[in-house]
């Protein structure tokens, strides 16, 4: 049922300096730490009384009474927002003139700068800034084909080979995902991938539910690619990052999904393809990113750019990696001298100052 | 009712109007495992880990629910 029927149930229909908040409390002794051991969390009462916003008193999941890992017998249900703040096994809940003030509403779900490790955390009320609180989700996606460890043969005779990569894309606070984009070239150039919206808009245009995108390829396309890479774009025109931004609690990554291409020759001659994503979910070891914590190195944004632009010249062509001189239209005077690639290649028609670190 | 109170059974909440809708839920972790190789987070291990798909795709009450 709607949250704000029950709030209009005791007569509070709009916010007020004394009404800012609404908290949730679970049961108590469910956790190790916090007053009474329950886990609490807040939202705005405006969020909270919006009906365009959704939030839902939930007692059934798929037409049945919620199973008990999903909060039996009553749980919060916040659309777009963070399964943190939809508290189960609903005890009780309050309305405020300032946030909750539960253990875990604040030493949980929170996104900090990088440099900001436990020990910082702790020592300088980092947990206590409300700016850090991370509610809306943030938009990501993912590829979920081809898998992990998957291996595509490259026939060599066939005049094309179809293969469809597919994976999902979601976003925050209601939004529609407009696009998803796949890259086979490390992010010089992105191809539009199709969409499947299997859930329609609210009737006030809010989108809950994730899409599906898949993007059909000749498989010859992969055998230069270095890596196979997505992201979502949605209706704030907000995408993702190329880079991971690590913060303590390891939330909010949604980062380009990346999955590195190995290519493969057998004693025939017969190319084949195998792919690793970042990581195996739980205690499986794959990934390209190692299974040990820490293991895996970058040096800092720096250290992936460079990475980028080396990876960006193995795929230069001969006249490339020569930095052949051509006239390049750039400047509203005119054309302008510059060294520039002259294969026309996507990595190629970035900045000049990306062009010299590629050719120097 | 400033200051007050007030207890709900769960029949008084099924019988107040009820509202289905798709939603899909969310870890905030969702691709943590990603973070830990990089550097070891605090954030629990056993949620969210994964790099794979989200964690549900549940939807709530449905109208004319039988009575919990």
Redesign the interface.
């Known amino acids: ?2 949250l704000w ?2 709030l209009h ?3 509070i229909t709009e916010p007020t300096p ?1 009404a800012q908040y609404v908290c949730f409390d679970g049961p108590q002794q469910e956790l190790p730490k916090g007053a009474d051991g329950s886990y609490g969390t807040s939202i705005p009462m405006h969020v909270a009384l919006d009906p365009a916003c ?1 939030v ?8 049945a ?1 919620l199973e008990p890992d ?1 909060g039996f ?2 749980r919060v ?1 916040i ?1 777009g927002w ?3 703040r ?1 508290v189960k096994w609903l005890c009780k809940i309050v309305v405020s003139a300032t946030p909750s003030d539960n253990f875990y509403h604040f030493n949980d ?1 929170r996104i900090m700068p990088p440099e900001i490790d ?1 020990e910082r955390a702790a020592a300088e009320g980092w947990w206590y800034k409300p700016e850090y609180i ?1 509610n809306e ?1 943030n938009i ?1 996606s ?1 590829i ?1 084909a081809p898998a992990h460890g998957e291996v595509l043969c490259v026939q060599r005779s066939a005049s094309s080979q179809p293969f469809t990569l597919r994976g ?1 894309a ?1 976003t925050g606070g209601g939004r529609a995902i407009t696009r998803v984009e796949v890259s086979v070239d490390d992010g010089c150039s992105w191809a539009l991938a199709q969409l499947q919206r299997p ?1 329609k808009p ?1 009737k006030y245009g809010r989108q ?3 899409v599906f995108w898949q993007l059909t390829l000749d498989a010859r396309a992969l055998l230069l690619a270095p890596t196979l890479r997505c992201r979502a774009w949605d209706a704030g025109n907000n995408t993702q990052p190329r880079d ?1 931004t ?10 380009h ?1 990346t999955v590195h291409v190995h290519q493969q020759r057998d004693a025939e001659g017969n190319v084949s393809l195998r792919f690793e ?6 205690a499986l070891k794959g ?1 390209w ?8 190195k ?1 040096r800092g944004l720096e250290g992936t750019q460079a990475n980028h632009c080396s990876y960006s010249r193995i795929l230069l062509c001969t006249a490339c990696a020569r930095g052949a001189t051509r006239r390049d239209g750039g400047s509203a005077r005119g054309y302008r001298r510059s060294r520039a690639c002259a294969c026309r290649r996507a990595c190629c028609c970035g900045t000049l100052q990306r062009q010299k670190v590629l050719h120097d | 009712m400033p200051g007050g109170s007030r207890t709900y059974s769960m029949d008084d909440l099924v019988a107040m109007p009820s509202h289905t809708l798709p939603v899909l839920l969310v870890c905030a972790g969702n691709r943590r495992k990603e973070e830990n190789m990089l550097k070891q987070t605090i954030g629990c291990v056993g949620v969210g880990s994964s790099h794979r798909l989200p964690l549900t795709f549940p939807s709530a009450a449905s109208p004319g629910a039988p009575p919990v």
């Open positions: 049922m709607p029927r029950l149930a005791v007569g004394e959704d839902l008193v939930a007692y059934q999941q798929n037409g009474r999903h017998p009553v249900i659309p963070i399964g943190g939809m779900n436990a991370f989700l990501n993912a979920g999902y979601y859930e609210t809950w539910c994730w991971i690590w913060n303590v609690m390891g939330m909010g990554n949604n980062c999904f994503h970042p990581t195996e979910p739980g990934g990113m190692g299974n040990t914590a820490g293991g895996w970058v």
